[in-house]
């Protein structure tokens, strides 16, 4: 109860700071809700060009209430695949419709629909995803699956969204699991688990293809290829090419992330017997990029009259992009003493602005096999084995890293007695790395010719050859082996209430042995209501960067000295895992077959919580107390309405943590004003927060984010959508790469047209 009146209190003062913020921007909302309600008198069309009978079908799939929708088996967190509705987890499944109608180019674009799901984008145009308030140095703490596989980078503890995308067409579902469930997924899986599921061969028959283009000249082409090579043998292939524009950063100047990332895929399924079936699935992506980390042509400053863009008080340090100071042109490379008011400045930085992006090239490849069947005595089993190779040269920073994984995977479920269901499995993989340093020339610091003084700026060169990021490959690891095994069984104590009891093994080259156990509880009030609690346990393994690296990333002039001085940062090899206890309440209630709301309160205690910061990667007990509340009303067979609000506080140290929006809400209404028309509108909320970095933290204000798009789904399985985003902001920044003081991207209003074809 302590816990839900904090909560309640906690949204109470968020309510009126909302109203209050709101005011100007009360009329889109109005014309959102009002375009909604309007539409539910317009009649359906009949110049759709659909039959009597696919009308009539269509419009028995659009009445499905939840019961039959809450049937769709997912895995979820008890080990096999169990109807949504009893799922006893905080659990949204993200289907290819909920990304295409919503006018998203990428599945993790989608993740913004999702309560307790904090996006962003940063510098270049990648994503950066935090779950529940849980996040730290530019790495994602949650684990992240396709179709098995486990796509989180040991060496930053990233997930290259772009890179991991697959096209629409062969996508199933994304299951998204907010809290731990480490007792079946392991370590990594720590706020939560992405599980991505592509569809079966035989279900990609014939041929697709989509096209989006954006007005900023971003594009995405993907084609999608199914066949039959007898009764039980299917297969597909596909191949997409995505070109992503120069942006923006937040002081208007050129990004310079613009690229693309090329993949090509294949899926071959077979039924071998009644009971036995071979899956063979790989792929390769490669990316180009100009430069992700933009350290050039920004200043350190001791003293500064100057009004500076954050309100720092002079005299302490920072850094400030020159972008947004009064004329950046003065700077490149002439004299700027207009802006040596007082004080002393150097620059920081080089040259990662690489006119030629094949200076970064990142190339991966992947195979998986699996065999997987279901015995007489209804054991679900499977064996899956998975290689990858990943190659990525960082030109701009002095490194390439090659990366060499094999896993082999056992999983089984089965029945046992009446009233119980064990879940149990064996992995191993084995991973290696090569490094090379200094794979481009010596890293170059923009300096002053002289000290100050001068003022003149220029390319001096360093002492000694420096890399911005150093992985010493001598001394530290470069291969690692982890051993994990796990058991839950789930127990039907009687008709309404369920237990889980489960526990994961893990034995890692980089973190030694550990058991992570977890409990849940569901009790069935009714047909339309169900509670569950849930505790966990969980283990993250830092990344080799924040362990073993050293990081350049500033060199400056000091004037007692007299001396150029490079600052830098280094990883802490004594980080030990992050230990986290979760806790987490539940509601989950269908008071009528048209509408379906979730309810979860939980409370997060970590030890060792690793966040950034010079001169070292430094712990944090960090403790996070938060909750969810979610909606999907389908009012009629033409008008959709799904949202959800979060509230999430966290404190480090005891002390208030500000770098994730403590509020967050999101409204999604798709209204048909035909049979083949639909009207999407959507409203994205996220509070204020603070970007901490190096020396000089940057404050986010409150945004709010209106979508809207029309979706035209015509005859001959044509869909046609246009969308606007950002439409009520022509350009706001969400994020940068915190460790280095990145000047912050900027998020820019585009105009987006889709077109889908099936034949």
């Known amino acids: 109860m302590h816990l839900a009146n904090k909560f309640i209190n906690a949204n109470l003062e968020f309510l009126a700071r909302f109203l209050k913020s709101f005011v100007t921007k009360l009329f889109p909302i109005c014309c959102f809700f009002a375009c909604s309600l309007l539409g539910q008198a317009v009649p359906d069309s009949n110049s759709s060009g659909l039959t009597p009978f696919e009308k009539a079908e269509l419009r028995r799939l659009l009445d499905l209430d939840f019961l039959d929708l809450s049937r769709t088996p997912i895995r979820g967190v008890l080990g096999y695949e169990q109807e949504h509705w009893k799922n006893p987890a905080s659990v949204h499944v993200i289907r290819p419709k909920d990304i295409s109608l919503n006018g998203h180019v990428l599945m993790v674009d989608a993740f913004r629909n999702v309560a307790g799901i904090f996006t962003t984008r940063g510098v270049g145009y990648d994503d950066f995803v935090t779950m529940r308030n849980f996040s730290g140095s530019a790495t994602e703490k949650f684990l992240t699956m396709v179709d098995g596989r486990e796509v989180l980078q040991i060496m930053g503890g990233t997930i290259n969204w772009t890179t991991e995308d697959v096209p629409l067409a062969i996508l199933d579902r994304v299951e998204i699991i907010r809290g731990p469930g480490a007792s079946i997924w392991g370590t990594n899986s720590v706020s939560g688990v992405v599980n991505v599921v592509t569809k079966h061969a035989a279900q990609t028959q014939g041929d697709s293809v989509r096209l989006i283009i954006e007005n900023d000249g971003t594009f995405l082409g993907e084609y999608v290829h199914g066949g039959q090579i007898s009764d039980d043998t299917f297969y597909r292939f596909w191949v997409r090419d995505q070109e992503y524009s120069e942006g923006k950063l937040i002081s208007g100047m050129d990004a310079r992330d613009d690229g693309y990332a090329r993949k090509a895929g294949f899926r071959f399924d077979k039924e071998l017997g009644s009971n036995l079936d071979l899956t063979i699935a790989g792929g390769f992506a490669t990316r180009r990029v100009d430069h992700v980390l933009d350290l050039s042509y920004r200043l350190f400053y001791i003293n500064n009259d100057i009004a500076n863009p954050y309100g720092l008080t002079p005299g302490t340090p920072a850094i400030i ?62 064996v899956a084995g998975y290689a990858e190779l990943y190659d990525t040269s960082l030109g701009h920073i002095g490194h390439s890293w090659e990366r060499e994984e094999f896993d082999l995977d056992f999983r089984a479920n089965r029945p046992w007695g009446e009233k119980n269901h064990i879940a149990f499995g064996l ?54 082996d982890r051993v994990t095994g796990f058991v839950q069984n789930s127990t039907d104590i009687n008709e309404k209430l369920s237990l889980s009891l489960g526990a994961k093994f893990e034995d890692s080259d980089l973190s030694g042995s550990s058991v992570q156990p977890g409990a849940r509880i569901s009790y069935l009030l009714d047909e339309g209501n169900i509670l569950w609690g849930a505790y966990s346990r969980a283990y993250r393994q830092a990344s080799l960067v924040e362990q073993y690296t050293k990081v350049s990333y500033a060199r400056f002039y000091d004037p007692t000295n007299s001396v150029w001085v490079n600052q830098s940062f280094a990883g802490n090899p004594s980080l030990r895992d992050e230990t986290m206890d979760a806790y987490e309440l539940g509601w989950r209630t269908r ?169």
């Open 321 to 382: 992009p020159i972008g947004l100071l009064p004329d950046p042109t003065l700077l490149n490379g002439t004299n700027w003493s207009p802006f040596a008011v007082s004080g002393d400045y150097s620059t920081i930085g080089g040259y990662p602005r690489y006119q030629n992006y094949e200076e970064m090239p990142q190339d991966g490849s992947h195979l998986r096999a699996k065999l997987s069947g279901i015995t007489d005595n209804d054991l679900e089993w499977s």
């Open 427 to 480: 992995a191993a993989k084995h991973l290696s790395l090569d490094v090379q340093e200094n794979v481009t020339p010596p890293w170059n610091f923009l300096t002053f010719d002289t000290i100050p003084g001068t003022q003149t700026l220029t390319s001096a060169t360093p002492a000694s050859n420096i890399p911005i990021i150093d992985y010493h490959y001598q001394s530290n690891p470069t291969k690692f």
């Open 591 to 759: 008071p009528s077959d048209k509408l379906l709301i979730e309810l979860s309160l939980y409370h997060y205690s970590t030890e060792d919580a690793v966040f950034s910061g010079p001169p070292v990667y430094t712990t944090s007990d960090v403790k996070t107390t938060g909750g969810e509340l979610t909606f999907d009303y389908r009012a009629s067979h033409s008008w959709h309405l799904q949202g959800g609000y979060s509230y999430s506080k966290g404190k480090k140290d005891g002390v208030k943590q500000d770098d994730f929006p403590e509020s967050m809400a999101n409204l999604s209404s798709h209204l048909k004003l035909r049979d083949d028309l639909t009207f999407i509108q959507s409203l994205y909320y996220t509070g204020d927060r603070t970007i901490p970095s190096a020396y000089n933290p940057i404050p986010i204000d409150d945004y709010l984010r209106l979508d809207l798009g029309f979706v035209w789904q015509a005859k001959e399985n044509w869909e046609i959508g246009l969308f606007g985003r950002d439409l009520l902001d022509p350009g706001h920044a969400e994020n940068m790469y915190n460790d280095l003081d990145v000047e912050p991207g900027s998020v820019e209003r585009t105009f987006l047209l889709s077109i889908t074809k099936k034949f």
